[in-house]
């Protein structure tokens, strides 16, 4: 069994920036390619970021590219989402994902083997 844990959601003021975390503990290999996505009211998930297991590449959401930065840990189960310029578009509630498929194709396509509970992230204009 794999758990996901996301943290560092809340509230903040438009052109803010916050930093998301996600750690993976259970049976999860360090080759386990990693990934966020987000939930806003009334709309579907969707993909945000995705990084390769070893950090080697990464994919945006054309939304967020150029805002928003995913990157690993040292310990390699972690993911983090730096987030800044943020908008009031960018409410949601953001869902980590852990996929020991291939490459990033697969969360890029909104795929994953695991999700984390989500975190609320909440921008005020």
């Known amino acids: 069994q794999v758990e996901l844990v996301e943290s560092g959601g809340g509230l903040v003021q438009a052109g803010g920036s916050l930093r998301l975390s996600c750690a993976a503990s259970?049976?999860?290999?360090?080759?386990?390619?990693m990934g966020w996505f987000r939930q806003a009211p009334g709309k579907e998930r969707e993909f945000v970021a995705a990084?390769?297991?070893?950090?080697?590449?990464?994919d945006y959401a054309d939304s967020v590219k150029g805002r928003f930065t995913i990157s690993r840990g040292n310990a390699k189960n972690t993911v983090y989402l730096q987030m800044s310029s943020l908008k009031p578009a960018d409410t949601a509630v953001y869902y980590c994902a852990a996929d020991g498929t291939g490459t990033t194709g697969r969360i890029v396509a909104g795929y994953s083997d695991y999700w984390g509970q989500g975190t609320q992230v909440t921008v005020s204009s």
């Open positions: 259970g049976r999860i290999f360090t080759n386990w390619n």
């Open positions: 990084i390769r297991w070893n950090g080697a590449s990464t």
